[in-house]
């Protein structure tokens, strides 16, 4: 398992509990604590974190948009908050590849949710990625991978 996805793990279960309590300084320190993790994970962890919290109004807007008779605030914890990262990655995240983002989204929700889950996610995440013109970038290179391994 990759440091990142270590991260995105974390990242995920970090988001998870501000969602039910709020305060993600105490939530991180309080994490921390409890889950010993590299300096490495750490960061790409946080850096996870403090993205998706500065952008989380704009996040649920573009998530709700894409979300089809669902609204953010009813959606699982769980899933609005894998949708959260990976929106954030794909629209904040230059050096994180779409594929790859979009990929660690669904193992995080088949990981932590079921099947179900990682099809909402991948459906989401993929209306995001198709739609959205500040991803056009990353619309051509995923285009390109996957004329290269198709």
Known sequence: MGSRHQSRERALQILF??????NPGVCLDEFWKQYKASEDVKAFAEQLVNGVLEHKKDL???IGKYATNWTVSRMQIVDRNILRLGAYELLWLDEVPAKVTVNEAIELARDFGDEEAAKFVNGILDKVLMTEAKLEGKRQTAVRQDRRHG
């Open 17 to 22: 509990q501000y969602d039910i309590h709020g």
């Open 60 to 62: 649920d807007t573009l």
